[in-house]
């Protein structure tokens, strides 16, 4: 297990949950964060940046990470379809001084929660409901329907992880949501780490 060497605020909750807004909106805020870039197997979308919304890799790419234990966390999200938070993204930021931040699903989170507990931050955004989640993801239109109905039911499945985080923030109201989100890293960030 790692050394503490500085502070991780992870955010995560259901795809369409709105994490990634609130997420963007702190590092707006607190220029101590940066973000961490995550590493995907999943195709590229329209508008995404390499080495900046995602590391994209092949799926054998990834695996070979996995084989060299290059990875903090990963996870098979969806049949296919790995995410995974590499040890070198965290080191480089902490190295620049940074808070890191993370949008990242709820098992990631866990698993880096169990790495580095006594210096990270888990907050859970939950969606008003099932069906208003399933209304976001469709006004997206980044989703076959057999893939949405896959999402709806990893959403089901997160909601439950949600009393193990250390507080949730229920974005019924966006406005809402970043000012408590941005009270829950400010404490955070300004705590002393151990």
């Known amino acids: ?4 060497k500085g502070k991780l605020v992870i955010l995560a909750g259901p795809s369409g949950s709105g994490k990634t807004t609130i997420v963007r909106h ?4 607190y220029s101590q964060l940066a973000f ?3 590493a995907c197997s999943r195709q590229k979308r329209d508008g995404e940046t390499d080495g900046k919304d995602y590391y994209f890799l092949s799926i054998e790419q990834f695996k070979e990470k996995i084989e060299k234990d290059e990875f903090i966390e990963w996870e098979q999200v969806y049949p296919g379809s790995y995410y995974g938070t590499l040890h070198t993204e965290v080191e480089r930021l902490w190295e620049a001084g940074k808070a890191v931040i993370f949008d990242i699903d ?9 790495h580095y507990p006594e210096n990270s931050i888990t907050i859970f955004i939950h969606p008003p409901s099932l069906k208003a989640l399933g209304e976001r993801l469709k006004k997206r239109m980044t989703e076959t329907p057999a893939f949405f109905e896959q999402r ?4 089901a499945e997160e909601l439950s992880y949600a009393q193990q985080f250390d507080t949730i923030i229920h974005n019924d109201n966006l406005q809402t949501a970043f000012v408590e989100a941005e009270k829950l890293t400010g404490n955070f960030l300004n705590k002393p780490l151990n």
């Open 152 to 155: 709806i039911k990893k959403a």
């Open 26 to 29: 702190l590092l707006g805020v």
């Open 1 to 4: 297990m790692s050394e503490p």
């Open 36 to 38: 961490s870039i995550s």
């Open 106 to 114: 709820v098992k990631g989170a866990m698993n880096l929660k169990k």
